[in-house]
């Protein structure tokens, strides 16, 4: 552990500059008029290459290929798919032209975007990422991304835990960088966590991304040590600006699940069935099914029930409507079948709770 890190910068920052002359071009960021610092041009207009894949997205109107990224039921983005074999880490330009569905990686990723924008949704929240910011992802992370423009371009580094083995020891663990790296590593640990990194104008961050973003496209997979320490210093800059990193949690899998039931419930209880969200989810009816029933300690048909019954509460205490009309908004065809409902839920008839309400 290194207690003067101003120090160990200094001195890593002259080893790191001194590999890189050795073996590639450092590229050296443009700050334009504004203040806003650019990459390099000849790497950027590199990563702006329409791939295979989002071709192919263009051509047939299709939308992302699960089976290119995972062979899961759920869409766990699987690291046998995304790095070589006894590759620790990759790089690959984030897809475009296409919403990328809720999904998880079993890796750490790392994204950073060249140019643009690229939205996040975590947890239901939109999380921003914009030109020179860096997203740290763990492998709990469960988050759907927007569909990116063609100028949208960005970055997604595939790290594989033991990676980090170096990076631990020369930013230690008294920082949030260093617990969220500790976390990666235990077992019983199934949260997702995230750090966003607001360091646009930091030169000295910005020049290490693009020196290792460059190295890695040029599949210069040998020089794992020098990557190690390149990152390791970038996360010893890291450190530096905690007031602009910004930590966040998310929930399981699972529980994002029966979240999106509750959702569809709210917004569709006059037509909504168990088949349809189960399809919309990709999951097999029978599992979701158990799995409302384990998070909410009811089943479907009683939520359901439930979202309707608290709108025919509405209607019949702040309108006019005839009781039949009522049941008809909530969605009830059996007239018989909702009266039978209502009074065994509120111990009177549906007239008697609109009189009782006018009290």
Known sequence: MFENKDYLINNLNNLYFSLNRLRFRIYKVIINKRGKINMNQSLLEQLKIITAEEQAILNNKVNIQKSIYTGNDQFIVESKKMLDKQTLISVRTHTRFADFPLHRHNYIEMMYVCQGSITHIIDNKKVVLRQGEILLLNQHSWHEIKKASADDIAINLMILPEFFDMVYTMIGYNNIIGDFLINILKQDECRGEYLLFKVADILQIQNLMENIIYSLLQSESEFRHEHQITMGLLFLYLTKYIARTKKGTTKEFEELL??????????????????????????????????????????????????????????????????????????????????????????????????????
């Open 258 to 359: 029966v979240e999106t039931v509750v959702d569809y419930i709210t917004d569709n209880y006059k037509h909504a069935t168990l088949n349809e969200i189960a399809q919309i989810l990709n999951q097999p009816v029978y599992a979701l099914s158990k799995l409302i029933k384990q998070q909410t300690q009811r089943n479907f048909k009683e939520l359901l029930q439930s979202r309707k019954f608290y709108r025919a509460e509405e209607l019949l205490r702040d309108t006019k409507l005839s009781i039949n009309d009522i049941i008809t908004a909530v969605g009830y065809e059996n007239n018989s079948y909702f009266f039978k409902r209502f009074k065994a839920e509120y111990k009177m008839t549906p007239t008697a709770y609109r009189k009782k309400m006018k009290l």
